[in-house]
């Protein structure tokens, strides 16, 4: 399996678990194009990527700007959204509706909006990867909407598939990874996570960008998943 001669877009693709895709794919002998709102984000993620690859800012909760995005670019093979800001974690008691509304917008309404703009821009046998998450199926106090975001997006997927067939659609649902994800916590409380959840896992570590990585060009060259949850944790969900 080969994603020679494709292009593959990755929106949020300039950091973290996104980056490490893009740069999976290029490896592969993709093509890649990579988005996110950040322009210096951009500009440091194309200083590590193939001279072939391509990037831009975007707001990714912009519809209009999304849709102008797409409609600049050719026919390509794979759509991967891995679009997210540091995790929201937010006591029920205490709840900020607005924030728990704002971080629905990026990684749910953003995916959605960005396979409406782009499924039209699909090759034939190409396919949508989405991100999920373990929190979805095992979380923590404090993570209900996280959890309910992963819930989401894995309902997403499988009516996608559906209504976009033959068009594949899948999602990757890491667990604790060592990414940018954790940027809200201190550099202390980072490691403290990493390490009591090492010790729990059943494998013995965190999950680095380069393992969740391999699961989204699994899923780009896996032409007989659709509707696919591909779970990547660690045993999360067993302890």
Known sequence: MTLQDQRVVLLGGTS?????????????GATVIVASSNHESVKRALDTLPTTAAGQAVDLTDPVAVKAFFDGLDAFDHLVYTAGESLTLLDVESMDLA????????????ALGAVSAAASKIRPGGSVVLTSGAAGDRPNPGWSVAASICGAVDSLVRALAVELAP???NAVKPGVVRSPLWSNL????????YDE????????RVGEVT????AYVY????GYATGTILTVD??????
Not at 99 to 110: I, M, N, S, T, W
Not at 186 to 193: A, K, R
């Open 99 to 110: 924030q728990a509304r704002k971080a629905f917008e990026l990684r749910y309404f953003g």
């Open 186 to 193: 201190s550099v202390e409380d980072q490691q403290t996570l």
């Open 197 to 204: 959840t090492s010790r729990l896992l059943p494998v013995g």
């Open 211 to 214: 393992d969740i990585a391999e």
């Open 234 to 239: 660690g045993g999360h969900v067993l302890v």
């Open 219 to 222: 899923l780009m060259n896996q």
């Open 167 to 169: 068009l594949r659609v």
């Open 16 to 28: 973290g678990i996104g980056l490490a895709t893009a740069g999976l794919a290029a490896a592969q």
